[in-house]
């Protein structure tokens, strides 16, 4: 038996009628372009949330930096993130041209800190970028308080969270806009790239979908610089599918991050907390243990995948040590980059793998 990371064949196989029927229509229609399932599966992701407006764009990133210009962040502004998430988050803050400020983590939820993020703030700073790590939200009423006090603008990255909920708010409708990620490995992939940001800002969700073709909101007139950052036609019509299953999907991968951690039992060993208002869905399923190599040693020899989320803090990264001198120390992020092991974890995953995987780990010495 081999467990692999993620296992998107068993998902495919049990959708598969749906799939392919949703796809053939698209075929049919040859729409291929902000179609009437794109149309459709914003409205379907805005109700999901409760909030007026979602606007489908190419890719998760591509969410992300299209919401910063919304929100207005321009060129030597300040921006307030984690350094502890996938690239794309400061990425597009730098491509902008502004400056990302790295404010350490919670060893807990693997999310930024809010009591680091108030020093961090200078007269440059505009934005705060919180990110629902793994699936489990930011500690985000301090963040907001903050936010507010300072006038600064939120936004979520919601590209590991899909459904996930803080104090019963679904991910993505506390701050000013909410981005997520519909990579085939996410919570609610795609079969290719795609990305939404839903917002409460009727201001903003004009300005991404303005932003998103060509700064153009009449044909061949433009109004901004913009981009070539649509969801696909294709995209959206499988991703109607699986939203349909969304919550399911996130409830099976709760049990089974309850099953791993009633089956591993190291004493050197952390395993994933919930905080008590949170509702996680375990986009990956993280411990911390100074016995990584080890561990991940024994599962490949019994061909069980696992992997490091993420091995190098975002203020060590080469690309961001050209733009900048990050000297001072970011410990916790640090520490977690040195010990975090993530397992196999998908909806699909079965007791019998869990055991497996657990008893593995135990023994591994
Ligand atoms: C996947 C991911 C992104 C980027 O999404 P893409 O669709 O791959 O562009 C951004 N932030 C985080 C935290 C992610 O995990």
Do not use: W
Request: charged letters at 20%; hydrophobic letters at 45%; aromatic letters at 8%.
């Amino acid at each position: 038996m081999t467990i692999p990371m993620v296992d998107l064949k068993k998902q495919y196989a049990a959708l598969k009628t749906e799939i392919d029927a949703a796809v053939s229509d698209v075929l049919a229609q040859t729409q291929f372009i902000l179609g009437p399932n794109v149309a459709k599966l914003e409205e379907e992701i805005a109700a999901y949330h409760h909030l007026p407006y979602a606007v489908g764009v190419a890719n998760g990133t591509d969410a992300l930096l299209l919401a910063l210009r919304a929100c207005g962040i321009q060129a030597g502004d300040e921006v307030i993130t984690t350094p502890f998430t996938f690239i794309a988050t400061a990425e597009v803050i730098a491509l902008l041209g502004a400056v990302p400020v790295f404010a350490d983590i919670r060893p807990d939820d693997f999310n930024i800190d809010p009591g680091l993020i108030e020093k961090k703030i200078t007269r440059k700073t505009k934005a705060i970028i919180p990110v629902h790590l793994f699936g489990h939200p930011a500690d985000m009423n301090p963040i907001m308080e903050i936010a507010q006090k300072h006038h600064l603008k939120v936004i979520e990255d919601c590209a590991q969270s899909f459904g996930a909920r803080y104090q019963n708010q679904p991910a993505g409708t506390l701050g000013d806009a909410g981005c997520f990620s519909f990579f085939p490995s996410k919570n609610l992939g795609g079969y290719g790239d795609g990305g939404m940001v839903i917002t409460k800002s009727e201001e903003i969700a004009g300005q991404i979908r303005i932003l998103r073709n060509h700064g153009s909101s009449v044909r061949y007139h433009h109004s901004e610089l913009g981009y070539n950052s649509r969801l696909d036609e294709i995209q959206a019509a499988i991703l109607r599918v699986k939203l349909k299953y969304i919550d399911q999907f996130n409830s099976a991968r709760r049990k089974n991050a309850a099953a791993y951690c009633a089956a591993i039992n190291r004493k050197d060993t952390v395993l994933p907390r919930v905080a008590a208002c949170c509702e996680h869905v375990f986009h990956q399923f993280t411990i911390r243990t100074p016995k990584r190599a080890v561990i991940a040693t024994a599962l490949a020899e019994k061909k069980i995948a696992s992997a490091v989320y993420y091995p190098v803090s975002l203020h060590q990264q080469e690309v961001f040590l050209k733009l900048q001198n990050y000297s001072g120390k970011l410990p916790v992020s640090e520490m977690c980059a040195a010990t975090v092991l993530s397992l196999p974890m998908f909806p699909e995953l079965t007791a019998d793998e869990i055991r497996l995987i657990a008893d593995v780990i135990n023994h591994a010495s």
